[in-house]
Nanobody
Framework: QVQFVESGGGLVQPGGSLRLSCAASGFLFSYYAMTWYRQGPGKERELVASITATTSKTNYADSVKGRFTISRDDAKNTMYLQMNSLELKDTAVYYC?????????WGQGTQVTVAS
């Protein structure tokens, strides 16, 4: 079955960096566009970044443009999110999913906490 396992979160100071990973299984990873989402405390889940299949065209939320970089390794069925210049507002649980599939299960997510 379709499954996503997010990892790489942690506690970091403002201005720091983290690299998140999303290990996907249960489908042909290279065929699908993928997306990172996040849900901050008391907030709705929001799209952070997406990457297409084949051409790896990327798209970012305005709030993370220039700071975050999404990438994928189809040989490893894994997607990444490099997060630099982290800000307090980036504190959230980060999730991954196929971009165009509304029925995919949510993984457990990975907690990112930015605090001084």
């Amino acid at each position: 079955q379709v499954q996503f396992v997010e990892s790489g979160g942690g506690l970091v100071q403002p201005g720091g960096s983290l690299r998140l990973s999303c290990a996907a299984s249960g489908f042909l990873f290279s065929y699908y566009a993928m997306t990172w989402y996040r849900q901050g405390p008391g907030k709705e889940r929001e799209l952070v970044a997406s990457i297409t299949a084949t051409t790896s065209k990327t798209n970012y939320a305005d709030s993370v443009k220039g700071r975050f970089t999404i990438s994928r390794d189809d040989a490893k069925n894994t997607m990444y999110l490099q997060m630099n210049s982290l800000e307090l507002k980036d504190t959230a649980v980060y999730y991954c999913r196929r971009r165009d599939s509304t029925n995919d299960p949510w993984g457990q997510g990975t907690q990112v906490t930015v605090a001084s």
